[in-house]
């Protein structure tokens, strides 16, 4: 069976400090990797997608960024956190050529101060 | 034109009760609209989708209706229980698109 992770589940950062959240899959190969952001209360918002090593699409501009360095790997990254970038991150996959049924993590709660 | 909407924002059922939640679109090219469970804290979990070419399907006690003419979809949940309360997203999609265009939620409330 298909697992994903995501880690940390909390973060609590400086505004202006940089941000790395990794997100794995486990028991697939070259799935379609998504990250996702929700504001409190809100639904969800598509940051970026993946449908390969090295192959990254983003939805939203911003200062966010996200690379794809192994199968099974996304992670998003930021050089320097601002505070609207407090929200819960999602990370989803689906099977290769397909884009039907997404498959959500666990999220992280990030907390910009 | 790619937006879903969603109603209500929020919703109290008594236990045993049916839970109704909507959602509207206007793109007709969607092709697959699958419904999220969220609860607090957790990641969204699929809980039931449908395609265009049937009007309903059932698991359980979670039921999605569609209406391809009104360009609409609900799910129903029977006999609703506490361990029901959550949020609830509808999304829609067009195959091969690779994104899903969310509904904004409805957090619903059963009472014990």
């Known amino acids: 069976s298909q697992t994903i992770h995501q880690w940390p589940a909390t973060l609590v950062q400086p505004v202006g400090s940089p941000l790395s959240l990794e997100c794995t899959v486990e028991?697939?190969?070259?799935?379609?990797l998504y990250w996702y952001r929700q504001a409190a209360g809100r639904g969800l918002q598509l940051l970026f997608y993946?449908?390969?090593?090295?192959?990254i699409s983003s939805e939203v501009p911003q200062n966010l960024s996200a690379s794809r360095p192994q199968d099974r790997q996304f992670i998003l990254s930021s050089k320097k956190l601002l505070l609207s970038d407090s929200g819960f991150y999602l990370c989803a996959w689906s099977r290769t050529l397909s884009t039907d049924t997404q498959y959500f993590g666990p999220g992280t709660r990030l907390t910009v101060l | 034109q790619q937006q879903v909407k969603q109603s209500p924002q929020s919703l109290i059922v008594q236990k045993g009760g049916i839970s109704i939640i909507n959602c509207a679109y206007e793109n007709t090219a969607f092709d697959y609209f699958p419904w999220y469970q969220q609860f607090p804290g957790k990641g969204p979990a699929l809980l039931i989708a449908i395609r265009p070419d049937v009007s309903e399907k059932k698991e359980g006690r979670f039921t999605i209706s569609f209406n391809k003419s009104a360009k609409q979809f609900s799910l129903h949940i029977m006999d609703s229980q506490p361990g029901d309360s959550a949020t609830y997203f509808c999304?829609?999609?067009?195959?091969?698109?690779?994104?899903?265009?969310f509904g904004t939620g409805t957090r619903l409330k059963v009472l014990a």
């Open positions: 028991g697939t190969s070259n799935p379609n």
């Open positions: 999304a829609a999609s067009i195959s091969g698109t690779y994104k899903y265009i």
């Open positions: 993946s449908v390969g090593i090295g192959q």
